[in-house]
T-cell receptor, first 115, second 116 residues
């Protein structure tokens, strides 16, 4: 597709449930990022993939969060045992390469609400 | 640690007014990149500009201009003759050098409202 595509656009789930959020990056982009944006805040880095491997997962808040990118294209962010504090917009982004300074292009995000 | 400060939280102007959005950053890196993104109500972050730390020339793109001043660690964004479609949240961001990672540190954003 032309841009970064994320599904679902909105997800409401009950506390304790498992959630998967999907990201399809811009075609040809090798680097993929997940960010989280809480209300009234700027996006915060979660994890970065270069190809299939997670090159930097230092932003994942705890071990309930996990992400995969098995074929180096589509990525899935997985959240186990969701908590109300996980409610946020989860933004996926991609860039042509992973070196610093590359322009990162964002999707429209997946709004997650945990009730 | 990297830090980006956008001290203005909300700005409201009348259409056709000029408006400047401020951004101040902190970094120990000598080489870095700065970005501005626009986030309209749809939620998507739209890339506006990227500037590296070695290039202090100001840049103009249509009604948009950017003033990068390394001496004051600022990267301010001016919209000339604002329009209603400029209403959005604007984020300034700093690229951190962590090996091959282009991780961005964002400010909290400035909500710009342009009234007809």
């Amino acid at each position: 597709g032309a841009g970064v595509s994320q599904t679902p656009s909105n997800k409401v789930t009950e506390k304790g449930k498992y959630v998967e959020l999907r990201c399809d990056p811009i075609s040809g982009h090798t680097a993929l990022y997940w960010y989280r944006q809480s209300l009234g805040q700027g996006p915060e880095f979660l994890i970065y993939f270069q190809g299939t491997g997670a090159a930097d997962d230092s932003g994942l808040p705890n071990d309930r969060f996990f992400a995969v990118r098995p074929e180096g294209s589509v990525s899935t962010l997985k959240i186990q045992r969701t908590e109300r504090g996980d409610s946020a917009v989860y933004l996926c982004a991609s860039s042509e390469a992973g070196g610093y300074g590359n322009t990162i292009y964002f999707g429209e995000g997946s709004w997650l609400t945990v009730v | 640690a990297q830090k980006v400060t956008q001290a203005q939280t909300e700005i409201s102007v009348v259409e056709k007014e000029d408006v400047t959005l401020d951004c101040v950053y902190e970094t120990r890196d000598t080489t870095y990149y700065l970005f501005w993104y626009k986030q309209p109500p749809s939620g998507e972050l739209v890339f506006l500009i990227r500037r590296n730390s070695f290039d202090e020339q100001n840049e103009i793109s249509g009604r948009y201009s950017w003033n990068f001043q390394k001496s004051t660690s600022s990267f301010n964004f001016t919209i000339t003759a604002s329009q209603v479609v400029d209403s959005a949240v604007y984020f300034c961001a700093l690229s951190e050098v962590t090996g091959a990672n282009s991780k961005l540190t964002f400010g909290k954003g400035i909500t710009l409202s342009v009234r007809p």
